[in-house]
C-alpha cells in the first residue's frame, strides 16, 4: 500500500538553530512529493513541491528539501529556524502514474521553537 | 494569486439543522476538494470534484452532501450531523494542467456539532 511516513511526531529547536524534518515515502513508483505547513486552526500552506528533475528544492519561507530516491526520503530543512515557524508541518504525495490525484499525508510533525 | 477562500470561518450547528459551507477560487482551477480534519491529525479526504462532476466519494456518510454549481465554487451541505463530525473542513483546488498537480488548501471552516 502507498504510504507517507514522519517518524517524528514532536520535534523542538531552539531559535536560530538548524531544522531538518524527516519524511519518507512507499510507493511502486516515484510520487510527486510536497510540503505543507499548518498553523493552529489554520489551512495548508504549501511550502515546496516535486515533480522531477533537481532533486535539492527550494520553497517560500527560507525552507529546502531534497529528495533521495535511494533512501525513499524527502527531508525539509531550514538553516535558521525561525520562531513563527513553529507549526505543524506534513508531508505529502501523490502517484505520479495514474489519474488519480488523492493526497496521502503523513501523520505529521509538530514543531516547537524555543526563544 | 494562489487563494481560496472559505466560509464561514466558524459554525455551530443542532443535530437537526441543515447548513452550508462554500468554498471559491477563481485561479481557473479544475478540480476541487473537500477535506475534514481531526485535531493533530492529518487531513483525511472527502469528496473530489473534476470539471464540475463528482470524481471521488470516499465512502462520505450521505449527511455530507456535495455540491459544484460551477467551476469556481463548491459547496458541501450538513444536516442530520453528529457531534463526532464537528472539525475544521478544508477545501482545497488543483490547477489540473500537466505539471501542476500541487493543491491549494483555504483557510478551513471551523465545525461545532452539539
Known amino acids: 500500500a502507498q504510504s507517507v511516513t514522519q517518524p517524528d511526531i514532536h520535534i523542538t529547536v531552539s531559535e536560530g538553530a538548524s531544522l531538518e524534518l524527516r519524511c519518507n515515502y512507499s510507493y511502486g513508483a516515484t510520487p510527486y512529493l510536497f510540503w505543507y505547513v499548518q498553523s493552529p486552526g489554520q489551512g495548508l500552506q504549501l511550502l515546496l513541491k516535486y515533480f522531477s528533475g533537481d532533486t535539492l528544492v527550494q520553497g517560500i519561507k527560507g525552507f529546502e528539501a531534497e529528495f533521495k530516491r535511494s533512501q525513499s526520503s524527502f527531508n525539509l530543512r531550514k538553516p535558521s529556524v525561525h520562531w513563527s515557524d513553529a507549526a505543524e508541518y506534513f508531508c505529502a504525495a501523490i502517484n505520479s502514474g495514474g489519474s488519480n490525484y488523492k493526497l496521502t499525508f503523513g501523520k505529521g510533525t509538530l514543531l516547537t521553537v524555543n526563544p | 494569486d494562489t487563494e481560496v477562500t472559505q466560509t464561514p470561518k466558524h459554525l455551530v450547528m443542532g443535530m437537526t439543522n441543515k447548513k452550508s459551507l462554500k468554498c471559491e477560487q477563481h485561479m481557473g482551477h479544475r478540480a476541487m476538494y473537500w477535506y475534514k480534519q481531526k485535531a493533530k491529525k492529518p487531513p483525511e479526504l472527502m469528496f473530489v470534484?473534476?470539471?464540475?462532476?463528482?470524481?471521488i466519494n470516499e465512502s462520505v456518510p450521505s449527511r455530507f452532501s456535495p455540491e459544484c454549481p460551477n467551476s469556481s465554487l463548491l459547496n458541501l451541505h450538513l444536516h442530520a450531523l453528529q457531534p463526532e463530525d464537528s472539525a475544521l473542513y478544508l477545501c482545497?483546488?488543483?490547477?489540473?494542467?500537466?505539471?501542476?498537480?500541487?493543491?491549494?488548501f483555504g483557510p478551513g471552516t471551523r465545525l461545532t456539532v452539539l
Open positions: 482545497a483546488s488543483r490547477p489540473g494542467l500537466a505539471g501542476r498537480n500541487e493543491q491549494f
Open positions: 470534484y473534476s470539471y464540475e462532476k463528482l470524481s
